[in-house]
T-cell receptor, first 112, second 116 residues
Framework: LAKTTQPISMDSYEGQEVNITCSHNNIATNDYITWYQQFPSQGPRFIIQGYKTKVTNEVASLFIPADRKSSTLSLPRVSLSDTAVYYCLVGDYYNQGGKLIFGQGTELSVKP | GAVVSQHPSRVICKSGTSVKIECRSL??????MFWYRQFPKQSLMLMATSNEGSKATYEQGVEKDKFLINHASLTLSTLTVTSAHPEDSSFYICSAATSGDGETQYFGPGTRLLVL
């Protein structure tokens, strides 16, 4: 399983765009990249998933360069409620049964 | 997205007793479910992979006889903490994987276990 590296913490202000970058140098051909959000005492919530290039949904965008050794989660116009821990995970869903190993995550603090 | 539920959400028990936690996929079938444990201010730690109709696969360092996992149907997996001790107090989270163009795991809300 590819190891991921993220900043431990980030600060932002309401209304700003936040970009969280994750490094996964050992990503394998069959690996997908998934980002989750976790609030205290809750289970992680799926945000976005991608394989390459750019993926966008109603809450975030995911940018993946051609070499796939990193990915960037972009949260547009954050609000106080976006204060949470964000996890980047890499997993081979077909050959490893979806097994995911969590890193330390990035603790995002949004200030007014 | 897909919904995963857990029951109970919180449980307090005496040391030496056993506690069962249920994980259900409400609107999809999951051949594989996963159990995690999370201590305060720490990340999730994978405990085991639960496969429907077969034995669970445990991560290194996780005691099979202490954390019994049963995946009896495509929508239900249970984790039983046997002879619980205070050090087993933690936040237990399950997840279930959908299939398709790259499987996506959806997580339950978690179960807070406090062993007195």
């Amino acid at each position: 399983l590819a190891k991921t590296t993220q900043p431990i913490s980030m600060d932002s202000y309401e209304g700003q765009e936040v970009n969280i970058t994750c490094s996964h140098n050992n990503i394998a051909t069959n690996d997908y990249i998934t980002w989750y959000q976790q609030f205290p005492s809750q289970g992680p919530r799926f945000i976005i998933q991608g394989y390459k290039t750019k993926v966008t949904n109603e809450v975030a965008s995911l940018f993946i360069p051609a070499d796939r050794k990193s990915s960037t989660l972009s949260l547009p116009r954050v609000s106080l409620s976006d204060t949470a821990v964000y996890y980047c995970l890499v997993g081979d869903y077909y050959n490893q049964g979806g097994k995911l190993i969590f890193g330390q995550g990035t603790e995002l603090s949004v200030k007014p | 997205g897909a919904v995963v539920s857990q029951h109970p959400s919180r449980v307090i028990c005496k040391s030496g007793t056993s506690v069962k936690i249920e994980c259900r996929s409400l609107d999809f079938q999951a051949t594989t479910m996963f159990w995690y444990r999370q201590f305060p201010k720490q990340s999730l730690m994978l405990m085991a992979t639960s496969n429907e109709g077969s034995k669970a696969t445990y991560e290194q360092g996780v005691e099979k006889d202490k954390f019994l996992i049963n995946h009896a149907s495509l929508t239900l997996s249970t984790l039983t903490v046997t002879s619980a001790h205070p050090e087993d107090s933690s936040f237990y989270i399950c997840s279930a994987a959908t299939s398709g163009d790259g499987e996506t795991q959806y997580f339950g809300p978690g179960t807070r276990l406090l062993v007195l």
